[in-house]
């Protein structure tokens, strides 16, 4: 099955400066890239996804990569924000998901 | 608020025991995935259900099963639970059967087996 790592575990920023998140992923088969933002007692809230025909994709603040030959994709926020302080999870998958071991972040005001 | 609800939102129990967990998906959505989170190994895919039907299946144990009704509302059934169950449950909804479709994510159910 996929097997997806995600690093770093744990990462912490000034706000105002950028983060970013890397994933690697086994599988080829694989064509979505979710990730999702978890904060503390709530469910994982899906911030931004790519395909497997797109190579970046961005929504305001928040961008995704992927180089589907080297299998990684990555997440970077720019201008961090207290409230972006939160656990980070990115999947892979083709017909179910299988997540990274999570990337807890802290931005300090 | 996504729209997915669980119940129950905590639930204590002893080893050995039978517990059923509840998910009623967005309005509109057909498919409904069952997700464990646990300290040591992260969030994992246990079962999606697409208009009442199994449609794929990932780490599940035997001691677990699920069922989508045709209102739609799931079930994940957890039986003979051990100390190792303890865990978040969570269900999320999509509208269709793709795995790439955006899904849902409900609030959880935290599971503590003593």
């Known amino acids: 099955g996929e097997n997806v790592e995600q690093h770093p575990s744990t990462l912490s920023v000034q706000e105002g400066d950028s983060a970013v998140i890397k994933c690697t992923y086994s599988?080829?088969?694989?064509?979505?890239f979710p990730w999702y933002k978890q904060e503390l007692g709530k469910g994982p809230q899906l911030i931004i996804d790519i395909r497997s025909n797109v190579g970046e994709k961005k929504d305001q603040r928040i961008a995704v990569t992927l180089n589907k030959t080297a299998k990684h994709f990555s997440l970077h926020i720019t201008e961090t924000q207290p409230e972006d302080s939160a656990v980070y999870f990115c999947?892979?998958?083709?017909?179910?998901?299988?997540f990274g071991s999570g990337t807890k972040l802290n931005v300090k005001p | 608020d996504s729209g997915v609800t669980q119940t129950p939102k905590h639930l204590i129990t002893a080893t050995g025991q039978r517990v059923t967990l509840r998910c009623s998906p967005r309005s509109g959505d057909l498919s409904v995935y069952w997700y464990q989170q646990s300290l040591d190994q992260g969030l994992q895919f246990l079962i999606q259900?697409?208009?009442?039907?199994?449609?794929a299946k990932g780490n599940i144990l035997e001691r677990f099963s699920a069922q989508q009704f045709p209102d739609l509302h799931s079930e994940l059934n957890l039986s003979s639970l051990e100390l190792g169950d303890s865990a978040l449950y969570f269900c999320?909804?999509?509208?269709?059967?793709?795995?790439?479709?955006?899904?849902?994510f409900g609030p959880g159910t935290r599971l503590l087996v003593l």
């Open positions: 259900y697409y208009n009442g039907e199994e449609r």
């Open positions: 999320a909804s999509s509208v269709g059967d793709l795995v790439r479709e955006t899904q849902y």
């Open positions: 999947a892979a998958g083709f017909n179910k998901f299988y």
């Open positions: 599988d080829s088969a694989s064509n979505y």
